[in-house]
């Protein structure tokens, strides 16, 4: 038996020498001299294929084919043509394979002579992991698998995959389907064979990642998505289907499993972004035309198959796809103790399947309250949920907030969330159960604990929560269980929970978190941060000035040791606390308030979802997200209450408190406060005062036109030097006293508070003698008394800025001009009331463009006005404008821009998002130069609507804004009751 091999390179030379000694190292029923090895790579040179003619010298043939198609199937198709051998594989360069591998499948071929096809069993190595692949189930045993009756395990790919070259010949890849080009060839050859070879005991591990794993290289590919299913899924679907009609089942369950591959690399945070809200609803019904050939049992999978995380509410979600509807309601069926959901003549899920997942506990009042969401498969309208507790029944009520699931961006189906207060019994123990009503009966209900503040958590047996008059909360065998407890039965629980952490490597934590009590319990530590990865933002703000103040404080702000700002925070006199070692857990841990711009606030101090169940019974700061961005945009499931237990949402802007008050994010109004932005602290004090008519601008006119006089007429006079001025900082809130107390010491340091009132800042100063003599005279005869000469200059002199910021890349080999910023440019150019506005006004404009532009920006016709430059622009640059025009709606929000005009620039057809600051739009070139020369018009001022709209979107807190948060944090800090007995 002859095998001819082909080896993909992927030019790391380790990589493929290693490969080639592999593959010649095969020893068994073949060995090397039978083997013909076909080398493919790009651009290789003589020295590389000598390289590897040394390497297969024992080898029966070994040639070289230069690489270069779009994808695989040309190459799989010449290489299948000139094949020499009875048999043909592929390998990629990187791979591990066992040295039976090819032995061990040829004989199991031999065995069974009318198969076509074999392959072991594979594995892919990725993200630094080996994982299984999902079709290769590791109960299948070795044998000829009838894939009429098996349908979860199968090859997808070539590499691994032997098959017998005059069968490969007569199945030739087809190139159309592009990037699943070689999937679907493999499904149409196993379509026609309909079985194959399966040895459970070779394996090969490949470093090619497929579809189901998070670094398959087509996951932000937008060609991955709608295209991919255009051109290969549905196209599979009408090749395989049959006579009857029919598709096989087992290429049913590997479209379905391609689309869930798409669904779950998309899921919740998982979204790559790659397909906008419209794309995204585009592949939505794309993909509900392929479910359109899967049969109902397949999207129910009713033979079991391991599909990963498909539970029901995707299987309800997917059937409403395919039917047209946006909620697929099963029929409800029931027996003496089950409760069934019927699907035709399926019963896709029970009461078994069913939990209550318990989100949240508290205790107030002598009641236990329950924040809880569960899978509505049973439809809320025909059903009652209820729970009993001391023998006696409640029903629940269903609040507004809701636990929903996101693919795309776009909300899927919803979990119903629900509340439930039940009077405590402080005598004896009690138990809590959940139970579906319907129809006069009571079907039992799973209790389960998942996320951070649910307490009880069912990994740690050991947890509970800490009631009044000695009595706690447990989880036991998944009832919630009230009891009375003393000080000797909660010490037993928390060594329990130690022990059990043990198990998650966080044993030492735990034990230090004990031991280091004492020392914490009386210090108030407040714990800021922004993501530990980055700084800078509204944690750090907080955090800075709350180091100004005089109360009795800890202040520590947590973050990444490597990262840059940790490093600008040392050189500003501050020590942050760096997260992932041991001192910043107890630090969390011991927290009685933490202040974070972001969510997800376990996760950034190291407590992840395998360590968290072994804490989750410790916290109990209270909570607090302040918004850092005017432009940020909300997501319901990140920024919903439940998320991190937020007790308070200081929203910056009034657009983010209307979107919080939605029932999705579960927030009480009095959760909700209107603060405005940290980082915009001073907003209106920095805006330039009102000028009254016969003010000081009326000289300034005089001057800049007895000046422009003095030019025309002796052009050899001196030019005035320009003044550097610079501002008094306004901000009363930061000071650089409060360096002294980043260790996390008490901040009893009291800052020196700047109270200047608003006033030109000290400047170099001229004398008018210094001036020509004209000007002199000029000055002398219009200055008010007081005035000083040395301002005009710089009024004279500087030009004022106007940036219009475009990020819009230049295509390689693209004409400048026959591009959008090319029209916009002409356009301005060629618009004489514009420049002549502009020479008027002392203006410029100042093009930013992207890097790609870079040696072209020689190209686009300008005047002396208007100039291109790259960006970035550096904040310093920015703060120079006095009118902003930009296509990115983030970046108008942006603190250095909130405090200028500025106009949304829609380039390509964009438009801008709903909610967004800046009512002014430009959509073309023509619009933008009349908005500019009407802003010209108005000196560049903020047009009524715009400053309208600017006072409603940064609210009423504009002023002090970290003042009031601090404040308010404080006094509920001093009016909550949270008891902290153990």
Known sequence: MKLSVLLILNENDDDDLRAVESIGAQTGEISSSDIFLVIAGKGLDTDRKQMFLEKSQKMGLTAFIDFTADNDAGLFNSFITHANADYCTVFFSGSSIDKEYYSGILSGMKFFPKAQMGMGRKYCRTGGRTVRDIFCPPDTHSGLIDLGENYGCLPRSFDGTLIRTDFAAAHLFDPAPGIDAEKCGIMMMLKDCGEFVYVSEVSLTGTRPMDDHSTYRYIYDEQWYTPSLLRSLLPLCDAARGEDGKIPLFIQYFVLRMLLCRFFENKDSRNKGVLLKKDAQTFLNTAAEVLKNIDDKVICNIHGLDMGDYDISLKRYLLGAKHGKKYYNFELSYDHDRLFAVCKDMLPGSNDMLSINVRKLSFSGNELHIEADYEDIFNS???????????????????????????????????????????????????????????????????????????????????????????????????????????????????????????????????????????????????????????????????KYAMTRTDELYCYYLIDKKSEDSARLKSEGYKPLYSGGLISRLIYLNSKVIISSKPGIAGLNGFGPEQEPYFCDIPKAIRARVQDRACEELNAIRDQQLFDDTDIFFCGTAAAMEELKKSAYGYREDRLALSGLPGYEGLRSEEEPQKDEGSEEELFDAIRETIDKVKAENREAPEPEQAESSETDNNTDNTDAAGENAEGTENTVTAEVKTEEDSI?????????????????????????????????ETVTEKRQIFIIINDRLSEGRDPADTEVGRLVNELCGDGELCAALSERNCVITLVLDRTWQDKTGELTAQEEISAVIGPVEEDGLQKAELVVCSDTELLCRRSFALRPGIFFSTGGKERPAGYFRPQQAKNAGELCGMLKKALAGDLAFCPEEQEERQRFFGEQAEGCARYIYDTLLKMQKNERRDEKK
């Open 381 to 543: 309208r025909r059903v009652k949920i209820g729970a009993l507790y001391n023998n006696e029944l409640y029903t629940v009520k269903y609040s507004g907030r809701y636990s929903a699931t996101e693919f795309f961006g776009l909300c899927a189906y919803k979990n119903k969330c629900i509340h439930l207060s039940v009077p405590v019994n402080e005598v004896k123990a009690c138990r809590l159960s959940f139970c579906i009503m319907f129809k006069g009966m009571r079907f039992g209900v799973r209790t389960s604990f998942s996320g951070e503040h649910s307490v009880l958590s069912g990994k740690n047996g050991n947890a509970y929560l800490y009631l009044d008059k000695k009595l706690i909360c447990r989880n036991v065998d998944g009832e919630i269980w009230t009891e009375p407890a003393g000080r000797a039965k909660r010490f037993g629980l928390r060594a329990g929970s130690a022990a059990k952490a043990a198990g998650c490597r966080r044993l030492g934590t735990r034990l230090a978190y004990e031991l280091s009590r004492p020392f914490f319990r009386k210090k108030n530590i407040w714990l800021f941060t922004d993501g530990v990865n980055k700084g800078g933002e509204a944690g750090e703000l907080m955090f």
């Open 761 to 793: 800042a000290d400047a170099p100063k001229e004398t008018a003698e210094e001036l020509p003599e004209e000007i002199s005279q000029e000055v002398s005869e219009n200055a008010e008394p007081g005035a000083e000469p040395e301002m005009i200059s």
